[in-house]
């Protein structure tokens, strides 16, 4: 049976729902999701005198034909996004500057270092979102930045993070939709710390002033990220949940929920709602947690579907901020932000089609016997159906067939790569 009549079939049965398919496919359409560059060459960015990841995360494996140039990873992107459906954006981190072989420091980072990639996105239709980077760096190699106790080194990472802000508002006035910037720093203490206030002291400190500079908020969204841990800030991080979450609500910034970085039986998808109704939007780096930390590539698992069912019951498409953050060093690089991304997109619809106005009625009601059978059913209504019709739709390869594509690339540009 071709991809269409079964999409009819079950478009049919959906129907049955009170479930309008065709405008669900409409408005999957409008979702960006933010897709990060780093997937593609583990982290490493383009700096001139390279350092080595620090920062408390890690990326393992070897896989052959990582992308080492711009040009590379360009190209490389240009290959997954082609083999996802629909219009997105790229998250670039600032060690993706482009200084034409130059030393150039990161607080001396300006917008003209990233005129390629804004080239590349407007010739591609993309929006752009960005990150400061506060690792991989000699002032940070101890592992603290906005809240190191010297000054000097503190002023150092402020001024990168303010050099940042004007680089997001570059991109959200050249490609015409606001930019995501989002703080993320490594800071924090392997061991018990013997004052936990004064480091948070300074990283409110260092906050306020990266964000009293002023940035027009049409063109660029200020993010903090927490986090729970990393490697060698196992027991203490600075930026913790509590942290961000009041400075958020208190300074009219996006708190950006990192799926990976909660206790482990804590869930991103259970903070969503909380989140709504006293923030305007929030941000999220969705990931997947493996016992850790561990950033592996996104699956179609319970948690991706619990968030997007969040999302889209709720009516927040437009006010949750959708981004990606895994890199997969083992498997093929643009075959890791292909799966990622798709199941996201999957997820989503998958949300979609679902009679969410009964479900609730059935809940305020007290029907939980309903509610538990028609939420269980419709993990195995015919999704898959709609989703090849989808792609077909959008003109990307449909179930696996994307793979051959992979195949095809692997051996003609990245095994030609040393
Ligand atoms: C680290 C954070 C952060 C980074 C990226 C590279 O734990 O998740 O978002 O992964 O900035
Ligand atoms: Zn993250």
Same mark, same amino acid.
């Given at each position: ?19 309008? $398919? ?8 409008? $979702? ?14 383009? &700096? ?56 150039? &420091? ?11 990639? $804004? ?178 590539? $996104? ?120």
């Amino acid at each position: 049976m071709s991809v269409k009549s079964q999409f009819e079939r079950a478009k049919i049965e959906y129907g049955q729902w009170g479930i309008d $398919v065709e405008e669900a496919l409409e408005r999957l359409k409008q $979702v960006p999701i933010s897709i990060h560059c780093w997937q593609g060459d583990d982290v490493g960015g383009f &700096e001139v005198s390279k350092g080595e990841l620090s920062g408390g995360i890690d990326v393992t494996g070897d896989y052959p034909g990582k992308a080492t140039t711009p040009e590379e990873l360009r190209m490389d992107l240009e290959k997954a996004l082609s083999l996802i459906p629909g219009k997105h954006r790229v998250n670039l981190h600032a060690i993706y500057a482009e200084t034409d072989g130059k030393v150039v &420091e990161r607080d001396q980072l300006e917008p003209r270092h990233f005129e390629k990639w $804004v080239r590349w996105a407007k010739r591609h239709g993309l929006g752009l979102d960005f990150n400061p980077t506060l690792f991989s760096h000699e002032k940070a190699k101890d592992g603290l930045t906005l809240a190191h106790p010297d000054q000097a080194i503190r002023q150092f990472w402020i001024d990168h993070c303010i050099a940042s802000r004007k680089i997001g508002e570059y991109f959200g006035k050249e490609l015409e939709t606001p930019c995501l910037t989002n703080i993320w720093i490594p800071d924090g203490y392997k061991d018990t710390p013997s004052d936990r206030l004064t480091p948070r002291k300074r990283l409110k400190e260092s906050l306020d002033q990266i964000f009293a500079a002023e940035i027009n908020e049409a063109y660029n969204l200020d993010a903090v990220e927490s986090k729970l841990f990393g490697i060698g800030s196992e027991s203490y991080v600075v930026g913790s949940h509590e942290f961000y979450l009041s400075y958020a609500l208190k300074n009219d910034k996006l708190c950006l929920l990192d799926t990976g970085h909660y206790h482990p039986t804590e869930t991103v998808s259970n903070k969503i709602s909380a989140m709504l109704l006293f923030h305007d939007k929030l941000a999220l780096h969705v990931s997947r947690p493996v016992r850790w930390d561990s950033d592996h590539v $996104v699956t179609f698992d319970d948690e991706l579907r619990e968030i997007a069912l969040e999302i889209v019951r709720n009516d927040a498409l437009d006010r949750v901020l959708i981004g990606l953050d895994f890199f997969d060093a083992s498997i093929n690089r643009i075959a890791a932000w292909t799966i990622g991304t798709r199941n996201v997109i999957k997820a989503l619809l998958f949300a979609m089609l679902i009679p969410h106005k009964q479900l609730k009625e059935w809940q305020e009601t007290g029907d939980y016997t309903r509610r538990l059978a028609v939420l269980e059913e419709f993990k195995t209504y015919p999704l898959g159906a709609i989703w090849n019709e989808y792609c077909e739709r959008m003109n990307v390869p449909i179930k696996e067939e994307w793979l051959k594509e992979i195949a095809i690339y692997e051996k003609e540009v990245l095994l030609q790569r040393h």
